[in-house]
């Protein structure tokens, strides 16, 4: 099939490595809305070793749109990234991880959008983030410091080709959130529009009996989320003001709750945090974290078993506190 064929507005672009189940569910459930304006979806396999490629074939073989680039060698996550963004020849390109899946009528929205606005960027909103109003942001540092936590997230960006073609990339494939950076340089100009769409929300792709293996739970929790993500905002052009950087870190951090009372105790219960580590983010746990930073190294040497049962009797006095709210107001129903 002709290229020509494809809409030639927007084109979805998906990284992937061995998560041939996940991209199975996510052609599945994208296709309709792929089909109804005929765009093309791009999967670039990072040379997985499960099924993928097979589960792609598949695909292919029952719709043109499905377009797979196979690396033959692993050439790491980040440059996967950067081929997939740089690969489509659309207007605009629609970034999804694999485990995450586009808005309901996304497409049709993301579509809307630019022929009304034609903006350099667009932003969607998270699940279980507050429906903001949709608005266009002209403002470098109200972007920031009001988005900058939900454009942590890839899939929340859409990015328009000629924008990001005019963004000078050194440096940007050497950190965890490149797509985070790149949004930010490229509109580090003077005049710019962004569209926010904080009513349309990207959502997680869950399957039951398959456990995602998230970085917020692993043992670099604090590499990628605490030390990676301040780097990140600080690093970025000196348009954007510094009390913005910080909100968009201390943002990132209270929704993330990666750094609560709770949380501490728990990745301290699964060997995530121990003294060690402490010491080692010294520095960001002091700058950015709310909790003294003699608690957090009490935590870090507490015995492991001893935080779990901490946990489990939270859980339990939370349960007992909800049935009692239930039963109250069961009871003064039925008064």
């Given at each position: 099939m002709s290229q020509i064929e494809y809409n030639q507005k927007l084109s979805i672009v998906?990284?992937?490595?061995?998560?041939?189940?996940?991209?199975?569910?996510?052609?599945?459930?994208?296709?309709?809305?792929?089909?109804?304006?005929?765009?093309?979806?791009?999967?670039f396999d990072n040379a997985s070793t499960d099924s993928t490629e097979e589960v792609i074939k598949q695909w292919k073989n029952k719709s043109h749109l499905i377009q797979y680039i196979n690396n033959e060698e692993n050439i790491g996550a980040i440059k996967n990234v950067e081929r997939a963004l740089?690969?489509?020849?659309?207007?605009?390109?629609?970034?999804?991880?694999?485990?995450?899946?586009?808005?309901?009528?996304?497409?049709?929205?993301?579509?809307?959008?630019?022929?009304?606005?034609?903006?350099?960027?667009?932003?969607?909103?998270?699940?279980?983030?507050?429906?903001?109003q949709d608005k266009t942001y002209s403002g470098h540092s109200k972007v920031l410091s009001e988005l900058g936590s939900i454009t942590s997230n890839l899939s929340t960006i859409v990015h328009k080709k000629?924008?990001?073609?005019?963004?000078?990339?050194?440096?940007?494939?050497?950190?965890?959130?490149?797509?985070t950076v790149l949004l930010y340089r490229a509109i580090a100009k003077e005049h710019f529009t962004l569209r926010w769409i904080g009513s349309?929300?990207?959502?997680?792709?869950?399957?039951?009996?398959?456990?995602?293996?998230?970085?917020?739970?692993?043992?670099?929790?604090?590499?990628?989320?605490?030390r990676n993500w301040s780097l990140t905002i600080m690093d970025l052009p000196s348009i954007y003001s510094l009390r913005s950087k910080f909100a968009a870190i201390n943002d990132f951090l209270k929704i993330t709750e990666?750094?609560?009372?709770?949380?501490?105790?728990?990745?301290?219960?699964?060997?995530?945090?121990?003294?060690?580590?402490?010491?080692?983010?010294?520095?960001?746990?002091?700058?950015?974290?709310?909790?003294?930073?003699?608690?957090?190294?009490?935590?870090?040497?507490?015995?492991?078993?001893?935080?779990?049962l901490i946990i489990c009797c939270g859980s339990i006095v939370k349960a007992f506190l909800k049935n009692k709210m239930i039963w109250s107001l069961f009871k003064g129903r039925v008064g």
């Open positions: 998906v990284p992937t490595y061995n998560r041939a189940q996940y991209i199975d569910k996510f052609i599945e459930l994208h296709l309709p809305q792929l089909c109804e304006f005929n765009v093309a979806l791009y999967i740089c690969y489509p020849e659309t207007d605009y390109i629609w970034m999804v991880g694999d485990t995450n899946l586009l808005p309901l009528a996304g497409i049709k929205r993301a579509l809307e959008e630019i022929n009304i606005y034609s903006p350099d960027c667009m932003v969607f909103n998270l699940k279980g983030m507050p429906n903001r000629s924008v990001i073609m005019s963004v000078d990339w050194m440096g940007i494939t050497k950190c965890f959130y490149p797509h349309s929300y990207v959502r997680g792709l869950e399957l039951p009996n398959t456990p995602k293996i998230a970085w917020s739970n692993g043992k670099e929790v604090f590499e990628i989320g605490l990666l750094c609560t009372f709770p949380r501490l105790l728990f990745l301290r219960a699964c060997a995530s945090l121990n003294y060690s580590t402490a010491v080692r983010y010294k520095k960001e746990f002091k700058q950015y974290i709310k909790t003294p930073y003699c608690v957090i190294c009490i935590i870090s040497i507490s015995p492991r078993n001893f935080c779990s």
